[in-house]
């Protein structure tokens, strides 16, 4: 009797044995694919064969240096890529603008960049209960100067050409430059826009008060800026709005 029973014991661990190398062997066979399989996290190679979900190969990805492949601007966030050497999985981060560099910065105010622009201020002083609205409206073309002055009601008009109309644009341009310095101004991620920290010089006016500036598509699109202005002693509050169109589009 107990032979028999040892008989059933050796038979079982055979049996046992040669499903585990069935097991095995069944898993040599596989026909995997070629090609890399996936995640977020790993990549494999797939069993091609039917209601088989076994995998070969699998591991972490390894990635490399990553690198800004869509560059963060104000209107949209950038991304960062890291790619897998082993399967070319591609892990893609979001990149959040925080404000242009010095170099993007000094572009945004180039020469080239105004080369063709229109310049539009609208000024609102107020002093001894008296509330004065000044515009002024000046349109570059690569060669000309059209002036508007608004003021009281009444409306003038100068246009000019050649010499003059390039001292006019070099003039504003260089005003612009000096008056929006980087590193005066420090971005806010929620509301889009500069709101100016440092020191903003107004042309012979003084400093400013308070000032926000925004940009659009890599421009300069609008500046809000306080200020006081003395005349014969008397302080009078300003409170002007500058807008920058038609960048390369402007015509007289």
Partial sequence: MKKYISLLLVACILLTSLFTLSSCFLHIICDYSDEWTSDSTHHWHACLNENCDKLCDKAEH?????????KPTQEADGVNTRT?????????????????????WNEAFSEENFNNFTYHEKAIVQYSGIQVTTTAVYKFT?????????AAGS???????????????????????????YGEFEYDREKKVYNLTGTMM??????????????ENGKPKEL?????????????????????TDFGTTKI
């Fill in 202 to 215: 107004i042309q012979n006016v003084g400093n400013a008060k308070s000032a926000t500036l925004r940009f």
């Fill in 224 to 244: 809000v800026y306080t200020c006081t202005v003395y005349s014969n002693g008397i302080p009078m509050d300003c409170e002007s709005t500058v807008t920058f």
């Fill in 84 to 104: 897998c050497s082993v399967c070319n999985y591609k892990d893609n981060r979001p990149v959040i603008f925080t404000g242009l560099s010095w170099t993007e």
């Fill in 62 to 70: 390894t990635y490399g240096a990553s690198e800004i492949t869509v």
């Fill in 155 to 181: 409306t003038s008009t100068e246009t000019a050409s050649g010499l003059q109309a390039q001292a006019t644009k070099k003039a504003m341009i260089e005003s612009i430059q000096k008056m929006l310095q």
């Fill in 142 to 150: 690569e060669t000309e100067v059209r002036v508007s002055v608004t």
